[in-house]
């Protein structure tokens, strides 16, 4: 099995990937996708 991310979109503070996980023979398995937000760092 192996999973490939792929950046959708690329902000300040958000962020989406898209995650495809295939078998040996190149068959797709699953799809996820993730959004992420960015934070700065709090004192």
């Known amino acids: 099995m ?3 991310c792929t950046p959708i979109t ?3 503070t958000l962020t989406s990937h898209e995650i495809v996980m295939r078998d040996e023979q190149g ?5 996820a996708r ?3 937000i960015i ?3 709090r004192d």
């Open 34 to 36: 993730m959004t992420n």
């Open 2 to 4: 192996t999973g490939t």
């Open 27 to 31: 068959r797709r398995l699953s799809t």
């Open 10 to 12: 690329l902000g300040r």
């Open 39 to 41: 934070l700065t760092p």
